[in-house]
């Protein structure tokens, strides 16, 4: 589906230390934008696809086109057998507990996946049940009350939050009095890993014409905003580079 297998990701791992600076096999990549990507909305018009890019998708107006290619050559992702990455597709909890399995794997962890996750009643089936098992086992994830996983629903921008705090091994960190967001209050569930987000650069939402600045926690985390995510995380030093 979209996710490099374990055989060749070692060979990766050398790509990603170059292509974290932006300088990958196929050439520099243009800077992306600065701000987290907006709701889903595919352009009418779209130019030939970077040179040497492996998704026919991923152009040189792709907003985070840099970040996407870095999770390509770092292993990260592989995208469709279609030749795609559809940047503005949501992604799933199942995905994203590979592409953090992966992301992970930047550090050198060995592949230890169980076969089967009993803590959840709903990933038997799944093709990540592995990488499921491993986030639950690393403590980034504890599932749902009724416990479910719900490895097919989307992954929302706050439990996003969530599992890269977690990721990072919980760093130490005390919340603003003042939410650097004005859709995120101070009593929000994650306050504390959307704000952590925020400090580190990792996530800087949306700002307005009057200075304010949104995160939209409750929106599905789209593939482009993915690869933003892991490649910051990275560039702060959270995995190692190479």
């Not at 030749?83 to 597709?89: Q, W």
């Not at 919980?170 to 704000?195: A, C, G, L, M």
């Amino acid at each position: 589906m979209n996710l490099l297998p374990t055989s060749g990701r070692n060979a990766a791992k050398a790509a990603a230390a170059l292509a974290l600076t932006g300088v990958l096999a196929f050439g520099t990549v243009a800077p992306a934008v600065a701000a987290d990507p907006q709701t889903p909305g595919a352009s009418s018009v779209q130019p030939a696809a970077v040179a040497g890019s492996p998704f026919k998708d991923v152009t040189w107006n792709t907003q985070y086109a840099k970040e996407i290619l870095w999770v390509a050559q770092s292993g990260i992702s592989t995208g469709w057998s279609d030749g795609t990455y559809r940047p503005l597709a949501p992604v799933s909890r199942e995905a994203m507990a590979a592409f953090m399995h992966r992301l992970d794997a930047l550090k050198g962890s060995k592949d230890d996946l169980p076969d089967s996750v009993p803590a959840f009643n709903d990933v038997a089936n799944s093709q990540f049940r592995g990488e499921i098992g491993w986030l639950l086992g690393s403590g980034v994830t504890t599932g749902y009350p009724d416990g479910s996983f719900r490895p097919g629903a989307s992954v929302n921008r706050d439990a996003m939050a969530a599992y890269l705090y977690r990721m990072a091994g919980y760093p130490e960190f005390t919340p603003p009095k003042t939410s650097p967001f004005k859709d995120v209050s101070t009593s929000n569930q994650f306050y504390r890993e959307i704000s952590w987000l925020a400090s580190t650069g990792i996530s800087t939402g949306w700002t307005h014409a009057d200075g304010s600045r949104t995160y939209a926690p409750l929106q599905p985390v789209a593939r482009d905003a993915m690869a933003a995510f892991m490649y910051r995380f990275a560039e702060k030093g959270y995995v190692p580079k190479a």
